[in-house]
């Protein structure tokens, strides 16, 4: 289990876990009503609404639990697209810096709203760690550089960036310690 960092913003999917959980009651009473009155497509249309519902439940909820940047063992994993995520050698991370950028929130002018950022510096000897395809709504990276955008993270402060930045000295102290036994 990776030791996690830093955390999604749990506040967006709980609010967007109300309409999928609103189209299950709709799904169930629709079920039941078509089950009750022996009309086979209100029941079929019922149980459809109520598998698409949960489907949908079942996504937010792993986006709930699935944080934007972790730890484990050598590896800083960054969550930042679907699938698997971006494991970057620990050595390579450099340090956590608060920034401010684009919140890049849906049906707004990306420079219109500005939301905090944590910026990531990763070293330059970390060629092959200069660029990476991120969801751009979550992030970017580019030049060594993972911006973090904090609509879509736990909320950024000084006080983050803090604990961060002594998470990463003591975990790349450990590493420096494994390694000279």
Known sequence: ?????????????????IAPAVGLAVGAMLA?????????????????VIAVSAALLLLLGWQVIRPRIARKGNWVLF???????????LE???GFLLG???????????????????VIRLADRAVDYAQREVHSALASWCNHYVTIR?????????QVVNRLNATLAKAQEAQKGSRSR
């Open 1 to 17: 289990m990776p030791e996690i960092w830093l955390r999604t913003n749990r506040r967006v999917f709980y609010i967007s876990m």
């Open 32 to 48: 039941g009503f078509g089950n009750a009155r022996g009309v086979d497509w209100v029941r079929w249309s019922g149980t459809g």
């Open 79 to 89: 969550y930042l697209r679907p699938g698997a995520p971006i494991r970057v050698p």
């Open 92 to 94: 390579f991370v450099e």
């Open 100 to 118: 401010q950028g684009p919140s890049y929130i849906q049906n707004h002018q990306p420079d219109a709203t500005v939301a905090s950022t944590i």
């Open 150 to 158: 904090g609509a879509w993270c736990e909320p950024l402060s000084l």
